[in-house]
């Protein structure tokens, strides 16, 4: 297994120009060769296609410590510690506290997920996607999938696909029949887009702009690798170190900020990190080495998760936002419930409606637990709290628990979560006018770019 250039599925390059599967995985990122990984370990024929070649760059470096079970049983998890950087813990500043405060997943509810890592995703992804290959999956990369027809009975596709041709202009064509599609597509959203199923998040809407960075100023000893949440006016910061001594920095802004760009983007870039002095000392001896990169990161779901011989997993159903990186391990989550779906809709088709259910039960809890705090995560009463943490009724160990993503298992961290929730209410309500505010910019800041201004805060 490889973590870098050609990756097995570049020595099979005489593809034929149909393929017979069992399943048909669209996208070969986290959530797709996972599913595939499951799928072709359980002795169904899988082809799982990719449209870029492997590695190829993607955001979402920070992983979390329930990520690391799932490497395990997917056969890979010594290839991600050896290109990971350890990750004890996250660190929030807040220059409305003039302080930093540092979460350690060690002290979560669950002593069984003490730490996590931070990977570069080119690397992470061609590791998954390798593996797929190495179990017996066809898997492709450079290979678009163009469009997908569905019988009428439900009970098989044809999909058209077009390959790279390896260097050339030349482009293969290739029909692949399936009893079963799974779109891991991610923001791509392949079959929302085709069911027009796709719907922007109206309680949530942002931008991000990006770069790496080299000689970043990291944190002592044993936090070094831990990820860094920088709160500023336009929204928050991330900071990601990285393995091979880059750091990963990025910026979560509301759209109307990235919109009011008259500079260049490098320009800009480094005029926003100046409005955060702790992130820019951090990097004041760091060079940019790659980016900056801008990208729209508005929130969305599909108005459904599945359908008779298909079902979306990860980005390709909803996305969020990455404050508290739950993106990959919401997806490589998402797709062992949607193996497990599958193979029961092939092998037992009795077992395969309480299996779906299993999955779309899945599929909507993880987004509901996090999106609850991701909606708040820039009030000044969140702030707050995560700046002054109090173990009341466990509420700090719950809270380290859903940052550390034990969210599906049988933690029983849902009573002191309500807790938590009851203190912020209670304490927005001791500042009424804050809150007031709080709530007014907000409700203007998610507002869609061009949308008018309400009100006045």
């Not at 990719?50 to 799932?70: M, Q, T, V, W, Y």
């Not at 870039?269 to 990097?283: H, N, V």
């Not at 599958?342 to 037992?348: I, M, R």
């Not at 395969?352 to 779309?360: D, H, K, L, N, T």
């Amino acid at each position: 297994m490889t973590a870098s250039g050609a990756t097995s599925s570049d020595a099979r390059r005489d593809v034929p120009a149909r393929l017979e599967c069992d399943v048909l995985v669209i996208g070969g990122g986290p959530a797709g060769s996972t599913a595939a990984i499951r799928l072709a370990e359980q002795g169904h024929r899988v082809a799982v296609l990719d449209k870029a070649r492997h590695p190829r760059f993607h955001i979402g470096e920070s992983l979390l410590p329930a990520n690391l079970p799932l490497f395990d049983a997917l056969g890979v998890g010594d290839a991600v510690r050896a290109i990971g950087m350890h990750k004890p813990g996250a660190e929030f500043v807040s220059p409305w506290h003039d302080r930093a405060q540092t979460f350690y997943f060690a002290d979560a509810w669950s002593k069984s997920m003490p730490s996590a890592y931070q990977v570069r995703r080119a690397d992470f992804d061609a590791i998954l996607f390798e593996r797929a290959a190495e179990v017996g999956a066809i898997a492709l990369d450079g290979c678009r999938v163009t469009d997908v027809r569905f019988d009428d009975a439900g009970r098989g596709a044809r999909a058209t696909a077009w390959r790279d041709g390896h260097g050339s202009d030349e482009r293969e064509r290739i029909e692949i029949d399936a009893r079963f599609v799974i779109d891991a597509s991610g923001r791509d959203t392949f079959l929302a887009n085709r069911f027009k199923s796709k719907v922007r998040n109206a309680r949530h809407n942002s931008s991000a702009l990006y770069g790496h960075f080299r000689h970043a100023r990291l944190n002592p000893g044993q936090d070094a690798g831990n990820i860094t949440v920088f709160w500023f006016e336009h929204g928050w910061f991330w900071f990601i170190p990285l393995a091979d001594g880059t750091t990963s920095v990025g910026a979560v802004v509301w759209p109307y900020y990235l919109q009011s760009r008259t500079t260049s983007l490098e320009t800009f870039f480094r005029d926003t990190i100046a409005l955060c002095p702790p992130l820019a000392e951090r990097l004041g001896d760091a060079t940019l080495v790659s980016g900056p990169e801008a990208t729209g990161n508005f929130a969305y779901a599909s108005n459904h998760v599945r359908g008779p011989n298909y079902l979306m997993v990860g980005d390709a159903y909803t996305f969020i936002d990455p404050v508290f990186s739950s993106g990959v391990m919401l997806a490589m989550n998402g797709a062992f419930e949607a193996a497990d779906a599958v193979h029961a809709w092939l092998e037992s088709p009795a077992q395969a409606e309480p299996a779906m259910r299993r999955f779309e039960r899945a599929m909507r809890h993880g987004p509901r637990a996090f999106s609850w705090f991701i909606y708040r995560v820039t009030n000044p009463t969140m702030r707050d709290l995560f700046m002054a943490p109090r173990n009341t009724l466990r509420m700090k160990e719950a809270l380290l628990s859903l940052l550390a993503g034990d969210i599906f298992g049988e933690t029983p961290i849902w009573r002191s979560i309500f807790a938590l929730k009851v203190v912020y209410y209670v304490w927005s309500a001791l500042h009424p006018l804050r809150t007031w505010r709080a709530t007014m910019r907000r409700r203007n800041n998610i507002r869609v770019v061009g949308q008018p201004m309400s009100g006045s805060a």
